[in-house]
């Protein structure tokens, strides 16, 4: 219900009762103008996009806290990255302000002063999506009608030339890694992500049928050990190298079950950080293959696994990837380098099929060039007068 009615002022007031039957008003100067406001609430009304406006004048840090308590499935990690987002870039430009304050040309202008301080491009996608999964929120809460961070241009992820070592690079590296030369090696040949080797058990570890079972993770957060799923919450099995079964089961003799397979002198789980300043980057500056990190024996894994004839759907399972198309975008350039091969391999099967039936398909070009007999047809003139 809607009314406009003039005040003793010589104002109009325009008021409104909500579904619930909750009045609101406004004033103005001139009829058509509250005429104009309530022509508004009632499209609003009709269209599905009203908002109470008392619901959008929540504070966004207050908001912001509410959206993170939403986040029940997050990986330990994740979680500290939002909570960083949010402390670092979200609520020192956005907190005071409410949800309804929120504007297009404010966010636009935020994340060009973000990367004008030297962030990262990629951290800068990442304020921007989680200040966008907070309005998204509000949007479904009846806060917002629609998302102002929609289509604010973003600076592009510059994606690192990824390094790729061959079995020399990987075995030179794994000595000089020594107490961890076995590490090193199920990294490379496996593909594993670095926390899921660290969280490997025993028990997970099936040398007979030569597979490891990827079902957990662990993550430095915050000083402690966290252990979770895996990255895409997925469970999956990986292929293990005949090479490293014997490496493997003297690395857990006499372990149990539920024991790590690979762990630190005193047999502490292995903490990234301390491994990569204490045992890789040492490592790495006496192989000679500066520049590489733990992740890039991944890579590494990813690139010896298609130069040996894997299909992609092979590298996709044996990496946890969510998709073969995610395979594809990271290392569908390795495939490139397979074309000449296919075309050998298709040239040795005709070359095969042609041997094996004694010659050359008799309808071939090169049969009839070389042992057919030539039909000289006769001109179409020759033909129309029977010649």
Same mark, same amino acid.
């Given at each position: ?12 007031r ?12 406004? $004033? #103005? ?22 908002? !109470?406006?008392i ?8 908001w ?11 990986? *330990? ?17 956005? =907190? !005071? +302000? ?28 990442? *304020? ?9 929120l +509000?949007?479904?809460? =009846?806060?917002?009608?629609?998302n102002?961070?929609?289509?604010v ?9 990824? /390094?790729?070592?061959? $079995?020399?690079e ?8 020594? !107490? ?25 570890l !099936? %040398? %007979? ?8 993770s662990? +993550? ?6 966290? #252990? ?27 372990k149990?079950?539920r ?10 789980? %292995? /903490?990234l950080?301390? #491994?990569?300043?204490?045992? #890789?980057?040492?490592?790495?500056? /006496? ?7 733990? $992740? ?12 040996? =004839? ?11 990837h969510?998709?073969a ?10 495939? *490139?380098?397979? %074309?000449?091969?296919?075309?050998d ?22 049969f ?20």
């Amino acid at each position: 219900m809607a009314s406009i009615a003039k005040r003793s002022d010589g104002r109009w007031r325009a008021r409104y009762r909500d579904h619930n039957g909750k009045e609101t008003s406004r $004033h #103005f100067d001139r009829k058509i103008d509250a005429q104009h406001w309530l022509d508004s609430i009632t499209t609003a009304v009709t269209n599905g996009t009203y908002v !109470d406006p008392i619901q959008s004048r929540i504070s966004v840090a207050e908001w912001s806290q509410k959206w993170l308590s939403t986040k029940t499935n997050l990986k *330990a990690t994740t979680r500290r990255d939002y909570e960083s987002l949010l402390e670092a870039h979200i609520v020192p430009r956005w =907190g !005071d +302000a409410t949800l309804a304050d929120v504007r297009h040309e404010d966010i636009t202008t935020w994340v060009a002063e973000l990367t004008e301080r030297g962030l990262s491009a990629s951290r800068v996608r990442a *304020a921007h999506v989680a200040l966008s999964q907070i309005l998204k929120l +509000a949007i479904r809460s =009846g806060r917002l009608a629609r998302n102002p961070a929609e289509y604010v241009p973003l600076p592009r992820v510059r994606r690192a030339d990824k /390094r790729y070592l061959n $079995h020399d690079e990987v075995d030179a590296l794994a000595d000089a890694c020594q !107490d961890h030369r076995v590490t090193i090696l199920f990294l490379a040949y496996t593909g594993v992500r670095y926390g899921e080797m660290a969280a490997l058990r025993v028990e997970r570890l !099936d %040398l %007979l049928r030569r597979r490891a079972l990827i079902s957990e993770s662990v +993550a430095e957060v915050a000083g402690r050990l966290v #252990f979770s799923a895996p990255k895409t919450h997925q469970t999956r099995s990986v292929p293990i190298p005949r090479f490293l079964l014997e490496d493997l089961a003297q690395l857990v003799a006499g372990k149990g079950p539920r024991d790590l397979v690979f762990t630190g002198a005193k047999g502490a789980p %292995l /903490r990234l950080s301390h #491994f990569r300043r204490a045992v #890789f980057l040492p490592a790495v500056a /006496r192989s000679g293959l500066d520049g590489l990190t733990p $992740h890039g024996l991944r890579h590494t894994a990813a690139s010896l696994a298609i130069a040996a =004839g894997a299909p992609v759907k092979v590298v996709q399972t044996m990496l946890g990837h969510a998709s073969a198309t995610m395979t594809l975008d990271l290392y569908g350039h390795l495939y *490139a380098d397979q %074309l000449d091969e296919v075309a050998d391999r298709m040239d040795a099967a005709r070359a095969a099929r042609s041997k094996n039936s004694g010659g050359p398909a008799e309808n071939s070009a090169d049969f009839l060039r070389t042992n057919g007999q030539l039909i000289l047809m006769p001109r179409s003139s020759e033909t129309a007068t029977g010649q």
